[in-house]
């Protein structure tokens, strides 16, 4: 499960401060570790093969879930209306 929420939340971290370019030495770190921890617990074939593919899809999911959320939140410019004061 660790596999797919650290790098979601790193994403999430690198989607909120960083452009787009920050993903490709993140991704290229995240397949290194999860071939790392494959061969440290001895695992198959198949799930060597599969780990850093989840973990790069994790990052990018959690890069543009942050972009979404910023971008959502972010106050939206209303068109003056005319007639109709905004001073409170």
Known sequence: ?????????????????????????????????????????????WAMCIDPVVAAGCLQVGYVSAILIRYSLAPVETAAVPGISRSA
């Not at 790193?10 to 993903?23: E, I, K, Q, T």
């Open 1 to 45: 499960m660790s596999i797919l929420i650290l790098p979601f939340l790193l994403g999430a971290v690198l989607g909120m401060r960083f452009n787009v370019l920050v993903l490709f030495p993140a991704i290229a770190g995240a397949v290194l570790i999860a071939l790392a921890a494959g061969l440290a617990r001895d695992a198959s074939v």
